[in-house]
Structures are given as structure tokens and as C-alpha cells.
């Protein structure tokens, strides 16, 4: 016996004399679908034979004139492949479309009436339908009569999603329902299936709500992600998994560490029960691990060194990842030790890794404060270890006042230099007469304050002076001549004047008390031989005496007595060069 051929589509025929028009087809199509009804007795099933199998469609023999077809998908995938011959129960569901009755594998119940159709209809009720086919536009749904089914309706979200649906037994709402009174058969419907699903999904969230309850452990899906968090379907009800409640570290993003579809263990936080029609939960992640500030008091002691990775900075200092979750805080005034600090990003940026010392922990306020500065040392305390005073400093001019001028001799240390003693040869109306901010000097330690972390310096006390010239001219021993300014009489001691200003004192001996007295009262003194001797620098000894030199009368008590204005002799019995400490005693 022969396969019997399917009968192609129209535009596959080729054309002839005797090709119908589209209109009696409708018209056969009609009687035909009359002629079966009156011969099934309402839509009975019918055992049709398989003729065709095409990549998408099954083509039968259902014993009328014109075969049916079937979609390839009402073959569940588990059976076994459907061949030309096989034998497959069905249901004529539809008229004639594309030129074949339109089958289904399901008994249809088609009503004699539509007046249940039109009850649905005026009361807006949902009435069950099985999907027959994809159309331009949406689907077709049986609803006991050929229904139209927008694709915007379908609650799906593509073209794929609605091929599936094909053979489906669906819910949907008739929105349109033109019946023909006629007996024409000319009735049109359209159904809502989207509505029916939201409507469902609301019931199915309005009970799940009603289920949950703050503190339970409940799994999820994310179903969508923020900048702020993440959305996560409970089972019908959606909550909010905030981004500060994912992770006890700081996260930038949500999608860093959460995918769309990911399931999840979350816990209730918070359910806005005051308006439950918003039906708004917050959930959190962290809130099933431990928090990380149970094990602080192990982990971290005060005087600690750290290291960690600045996550934030603020007006008033930056704050350090040490651990996930555990934070400390380095204030402004903790980041340099003499630098004024303005803003905490002139010294650390977002992302930088730094090492602190652990200054205070607060496990109640948990927080913990960190000092940067002390991480890279006092350079305060190690300078006063190599520093006296007397040393000599080198640095660069910071900054300058009316009263002096800072120099910087470390980083961070700033040294005050005032005004008196940056030069010896003029008086200075500002230190910028001679300075300038950025210049490197040198200058000698004058004083050290280690309380204040204070030094004075000068500037002037390293340019060389008469007192510096002769003490690095001469040793202890030498000779030298000089003139007796005065005499102090109850420390038994003589001022000597050796240069210009160059003062020295001498001592006497017991027996060489002088004869004040006796000094003369009036007569000049000529002093030329003496300047002779300042002139050659004191570079004599006691036989160079000036020739003309005219000496004052001596006291009339003693020859050897010393009296002022006497010039004599003198032995140097100490020199001290950075105190500047020059020591007589009489030749």
C-alpha cells in the first residue's frame, strides 16, 4: 500500500485550473469541521494514522478529506520516534488553517453552547485553554472556540518561550468575546494570560509572606542585582539583601561577589510589618557567619604593628582595613610627626597598604585607633641620640616669621632659628633680608628642649669670630701680651684684654694683691704699641715688648704688683673653642 501524501500548503501547489479559492476553502473548511463534529458526537478522539514527519510537524490521515497535523513537540522527547504508519489518538480542535485540521493529542471538551465562555467573560474570570499554535503577533488558544493570545499577554519574554508553550493547558482571562448570533460561525476572542500570572504570583507572595518571620533562616535566588544590593526571591516574596549585609568587609560592588540565579542562605533582618501591602524584607548573609570582632581581643594588642589597606578617608583621617570586617581609624594628627597635615589624602590614598601601630582598642564602640607616624619611627628621638648642644645642623629654611626662621633638619623636625641669631654684622628688620624659604644652611645647636621637642639654633655663632681666630692660633702654654682692663679685688681675679674684643679673665696670686690706690688717677696712655701687637695678631712673647710703648705709672707699693692699664705678660692655661673660653694666669 501506498504513503499516502499530506496535502501541502497552498503556495506549494502548483498552479492549475481547478486550485480553490481561498474562499471556499473557508467554506469546505466550515463544513468539514460541521461534518466532523455531527460524526464524532462532540469532538471524540480519533485513531489517525501517520503519513508524514517532517523536521517540525506530523502530518495524518484522520479519514476526512483533508489530513491534520500535529506539532512535532506534542512527541515528548521520552517516546519513541513517530514513523510514517504509526497509529496516534487524537483530537480535531480546529478548523482548517494552512490547509490541514488542526489536531491535538488531548480530549478537548468543546461546549455546546458558549454561554459558560460568556459567564467567564462578564464576571472577569479565568477559564482553562490549551495553546495550538504560534500566529503573528501571539498565540492561538482553544478555549472551546479559537482565541487569540497577544504576545505582549503571554507573561513570557520571547519568541522561544512561546514556541514551548505550544500544547500547554493554560489559565487565561477572555478580554474580548464577539459571539456570532447568526449560526455563521464568524466568533472571535481574545484572552490575558499575564494578568492571570501576576494575580497568582501576588496570591503565592501575599501566603509566603504570611509565613515569614524575623530571624528565620530561609533560602533564596537572586533574582537581580543594584549598585546597592541584591534582590532574592524567598519563594514568592522578594527582599532586599542590602550591600552593607553581604559581607563583614567592605564591598564596592554587589556583582563582585553575587551572580544572577545564585541560591542562598539568608536570614531574616526585618519585615516592614506597619505596611505589609509593600511587603518589604531585608535580609542578610554576614548575619550567618561569625562577626569578626568576637576574635579581636586575640588578634590585635595595643602597641601592635599592622598592616592593612586603606578603604575610606574623611575629613578628620582615614580609615584601615586590618581583617575582613575589622577597621581601624588613623587621625589626621596621627599621620606625621611635625607636618601639618590638611587632609588625609596628602599623605595616604584609597587603596594604599599601609603599617600602623595600634594606639587603642574600644571592643564595646569597637573601633581602633591607629598611629601612622609612630609605624616610621620618632625622628625626633633618634636625632636628640647623635644631637648636642654645640653640634652643627644641616637643613632647608621652611618657613620664615618677623621673629626668625624654621629650618627643617629631618623630616618633620623644625627647628626655630630667631632673628638675633642669624648674623652678627647687621640688625635685621625681617630674616628674609638674608634668607630665603627653600635655601640650605647650616647652623649650630644652641639649646635642646626634649619635653617640647623643641632646638634653637644659630647661624651666626659659626661665622669665625676674634675670640675663634686666637684660640685656633695658640695652644695651652703659650705667652701672649695683654693689657689689665680691671680688677676684682675680692675674687683676687684681673680682666685682660687680649684683642679686640677678646676678654679674658686671669687669676692672681695671693701675694700679688694690687695697690688700687696707687694706681694713678689721670695721665693718657700711649696705646700704639699695643694696637701694633693686636695688629700681628698676639703672635709675642715677653722680650717683644714695644719700644715706644709708654706704660703707666706703677703703684708705688710694689713693682710687680698689677694695676689696670698695665700691659704684661700672660700665660694661657685654657682654651676652649666651642665655648669660646679663653684662661689667664700671670707670666
Not at 2 to 18: F, M, S
Not at 137 to 161: C, H, K, N, Q, Y
Not at 272 to 297: C, F, M, Y
Not at 432 to 438: F, H, K, M, P, T
Request: hydrophobic share 40%; net charge negative; aromatic share 4%.
Amino acid at each position: 500500500m501506498d504513503t499516502p501524501t499530506p496535502n501541502a500548503p497552498e503556495e506549494l501547489l502548483p498552479e492549475t485550473e481547478t486550485t480553490e479559492s481561498f474562499a471556499d476553502l473557508l467554506r469546505e473548511n466550515d463544513l468539514a469541521r460541521a461534518s466532523a463534529v455531527d460524526r464524532s458526537g462532540g469532538n471524540k478522539q480519533i485513531d489517525a494514522t501517520v503519513v508524514a514527519v517532517t523536521a517540525d510537524a506530523v502530518y495524518l490521515d484522520i479519514g476526512y478529506k483533508t489530513e491534520g497535523v500535529l506539532p512535532l513537540t506534542a512527541f515528548a522527547a521520552t517516546e519513541k520516534a513517530v514513523e510514517p504508519g504509526d497509529k496516534v489518538r487524537v483530537t480535531v480542535k480546529g478548523g482548517i488553517e494552512d490547509g490541514y485540521y488542526q489536531l491535538t493529542r488531548q480530549r478537548v471538551a468543546t461546549p455546546k453552547d458558549y454561554s459558560s465562555l460568556e459567564e467567564a467573560f462578564a464576571a472577569k474570570g479565568t477559564v482553562l485553554g490549551t495553546v495550538t499554535g504560534v500566529v503573528k503577533g501571539g498565540l492561538t488558544v482553544d478555549i472551546g472556540m479559537r482565541a487569540f493570545l497577544p504576545a505582549s499577554r503571554t507573561g513570557t519574554r520571547d519568541t522561544a518561550e512561546l514556541e514551548k508553550l505550544v500544547g500547554q493547558e493554560i489559565r487565561v482571562r477572555i478580554t474580548s468575546l464577539d459571539l456570532d448570533d447568526t449560526g455563521a460561525g464568524k466568533n472571535d476572542a481574545v484572552v490575558d494570560r499575564r494578568s492571570v500570572l501576576e494575580e497568582e504570583a501576588k496570591a503565592a507572595g501575599d501566603l509566603r509572606f504570611a509565613e515569614l518571620a524575623e530571624g528565620q533562616i530561609v533560602s533564596g535566588t537572586v533574582r537581580s542585582l543594584t549598585d546597592f544590593g541584591a534582590f532574592v526571591d524567598l519563594g514568592g516574596a522578594d527582599a532586599l539583601l542590602h550591600i552593607s549585609d553581604i559581607a563583614w568587609n567592605r564591598i564596592a560592588n554587589p556583582a563582585d561577589v553575587l551572580s544572577v540565579g545564585d541560591q542562598l542562605e539568608v536570614k531574616i533582618l526585618k519585615i516592614d510589618s506597619a505596611n505589609p501591602e509593600k511587603r518589604r524584607i531585608a535580609v542578610g548573609l554576614k548575619q550567618l557567619q561569625p562577626h569578626p570582632w568576637e576574635t579581636v581581643s586575640e588578634r590585635f594588642q595595643l602597641g601592635q604593628k599592622v598592616s592593612g589597606t586603606v578603604t575610606r578617608d574623611a575629613d578628620f583621617g582615614a580609615f584601615v582595613e586590618l581583617a575582613p570586617g575589622i577597621e581601624g581609624l588613623i587621625h589626621i594628627s596621627e599621620m606625621a610627626w611635625g607636618k601639618k597635615v590638611r587632609k588625609p589624602s596628602d599623605i595616604v590614598k584609597v587603596g594604599d597598604t599601609v603599617e600602623a601601630i595600634i594606639l587603642g582598642i574600644d571592643l564595646d564602640a569597637k573601633r581602633i585607633s591607629l598611629g601612622l607616624k609612630q609605624a616610621l619611627g620618632d625622628p625626633w628621638a633618634e636625632m636628640v641620640k647623635t644631637v648636642g648642644v654645640g653640634s652643627v645642623v644641616e637643613g632647608t629654611i621652611s618657613s620664615m616669621t618677623k621673629f626668625g626662621a624654621f629650618l627643617e633638619v629631618a623630616e618633620g623636625i623644625q627647628c626655630m632659628i630667631h632673628i638675633s641669631e642669624i648674623t652678627a654684622e647687621k640688625r635685621l628688620n625681617h630674616p628674609s633680608d638674608v634668607l630665603r624659604v627653600g635655601e640650605k644652611v647650616k647652623a649650630q645647636v644652641l639649646e635642646i628642649d626634649k619635653e617640647r621637642r623643641q632646638m634653637r639654633l644659630s647661624i651666626k655663632q659659626l661665622i669665625p669670630t676674634g675670640h675663634d681666630e686666637f684660640i685656633a692660633e695658640h695652644k695651652v702654654g703659650d705667652l701672649v701680651t695683654g693689657r689689665i682692663i680691671d680688677i676684682d679685688a675680692a675674687a683676687n681675679t684681673a680682666r685682660v684684654e687680649l684683642g679686640e674684643g677678646i676678654l679674658a679673665p686671669c687669676a692672681l696670686p695671693a701675694t700679688a694683691a694690687p695697690a688700687a690706690e696707687a694706681a694713678p688717677a689721670a695721665g693718657p696712655v700711649d696705646f700704639s704699641a699695643l694696637g701694633s701687637l693686636f695688629a700681628n695678631k698676639w703672635k709675642t712673647d715677653v722680650s717683644a715688648k714695644p719700644a715706644k710703648a709708654k706704660a703707666p705709672t706703677k703703684p708705688a707699693a710694689s713693682s710687680d704688683a698689677p694695676y689696670p692699664g698695665q700691659i704684661r705678660s700672660f700665660k694661657l692655661v685654657e682654651l676652649e673653642a666651642e665655648g669660646k673660653k679663653i684662661r689667664l694666669e700671670l707670666a
